[in-house]
């Protein structure tokens, strides 16, 4: 499977849109891009997954980049809620998932 | 419907003694994944049980086990424990047939004294 690239932290303002990027260069054609976050101390919790289109749900929105090097999601309005980690992965299948260290997102109010 | 349950949720060991850990996946999935997540080594994939087959493993010695039950329910072994396996142990399913979601446990937090 690809690795990723997240940045380690980020700040976001509480109603603002958080911009989450990541850097997945030497993704292959097979693979999925899949976020999940993790609030302290419970389990992964499912965001979003695309292949080449952008996706949104009700949650967020991913925008991968035509080349698929690259992927950002968005939280289009953050709440207290939000802060979590959020894990960038790539991966052909979805029953083995490799998790990075992920991005620490901090909502503020 | 009912999420991904988890039992026990904290466990406390000694060194040298083994441990079972239990998951009940949503109901209708057949794929079970296990995961040990530390805070230095991150989240990292143990192995998956689909249909009770072990599917794929990670790169764990063979004192971690599992199986997989025909309920689709799982179980974790963990023998001659170390301290290095005190860690949160996570239990994901899925439908396991195409590339989907995985829903996540809340996971069994084992502390190895």
């Known amino acids: 499977d690809a690795k990723t690239t997240q940045p380690t932290s980020m700040d976001c303002a509480e109603g603002r849109a958080a911009n989450l990027p990541c850097n997945h260069s030497t993704i292959s054609g097979n693979e999925y891009v899949y976020w999940y976050r993790q609030i302290h101390s419970q389990g992964p919790q499912y965001i979003i997954h695309?292949?080449?289109n952008n996706e949104t749900n009700e949650m967020a929105s991913l925008i991968i980049t035509e080349d698929r090097k690259s992927s950002t999601l968005i939280l289009p309005h953050a709440t207290l809620r939000d802060t979590a980690v959020y894990y960038c992965i790539v991966s052909s299948n979805d029953y083995k998932l490799s998790f990075g260290a992920g991005t620490t997102v901090t909502v503020r109010a | 419907k009912a999420g991904v349950t988890q039992t026990p949720r904290y466990l406390i060991k000694t060194r040298g003694q083994q441990v079972t850990l239990s998951c009940s996946p949503i109901s209708g999935h057949r794929s079970v994944s296990w995961y040990q997540q530390t805070p230095g080594q991150g989240l990292q994939f143990l192995f998956e049980?689909?249909?009770?087959?072990?599917?794929n493993k990670g790169n764990f010695p063979g004192r971690f086990s599992g199986r997989q039950f025909s309920n689709s329910r799982s179980e974790m072994n963990v023998s001659t424990l170390e301290l290095g396996d005190s860690a949160l142990y996570l239990c994901?399913?899925?439908?396991?047939?195409?590339?989907?979601?995985?829903?996540f446990g809340p996971g069994t937090r084992l502390l190895v004294l």
């Open positions: 049980y689909f249909s009770e087959t072990q599917r």
């Open positions: 994901a399913s899925s439908w396991g047939l195409a590339v989907e979601t995985q829903y």
């Open positions: 695309g292949l080449k």
